[in-house]
């Protein structure tokens, strides 16, 4: 018993010599690849982009400072102010 495979297509043609052909579809192999490769891309641009996005330790400890101090300010141009409610 031989067996031959021919491509045509996305179909494959499987059968012995001598006999009537059966087809196989081949597009489960393909929503297979594009699932793996798809997934590998999104990982590979979920890295980058996380990657890009990073900041240093001493940048966001600038900013966290830099906000605490406009927020005093704020504080204390608000606190001299009265309203006239006691």
Request: charged share 25%.
């Given at each position: 018993?031989?067996?031959?495979?021919?491509?045509?297509?996305d179909?494959?043609?499987?059968?012995?010599?001598?006999?009537?052909?059966?087809?196989?579809?081949?597009?489960?192999?393909?929503?297979?690849?594009?699932?793996?490769?798809g997934?590998?891309?999104?990982?590979?641009?979920?890295?980058?982009?996380?990657?890009?996005?990073?900041?240093?330790?001493?940048k966001?400890?600038?900013?966290?400072?830099?906000?605490?101090?406009?927020?005093?300010?704020?504080?204390?141009?608000?606190?001299?102010?009265?309203?006239?409610?006691?």
């Amino acid at each position: 018993m031989i067996v031959t495979v021919q491509a045509q297509g996305d179909t494959m043609m499987i059968g012995t010599i001598g006999q009537n052909t059966t087809t196989m579809d081949a597009g489960g192999f393909n929503w297979t690849l594009l699932t793996v490769v798809g997934a590998a891309v999104l990982l590979v641009v979920i890295a980058i982009a996380m990657m890009l996005n990073r900041t240093s330790r001493q940048k966001r400890d600038l900013s966290e400072r830099a906000t605490r101090e406009l927020y005093r300010e704020e504080e204390r141009a608000h606190r001299d102010e009265g309203d006239g409610v006691p």
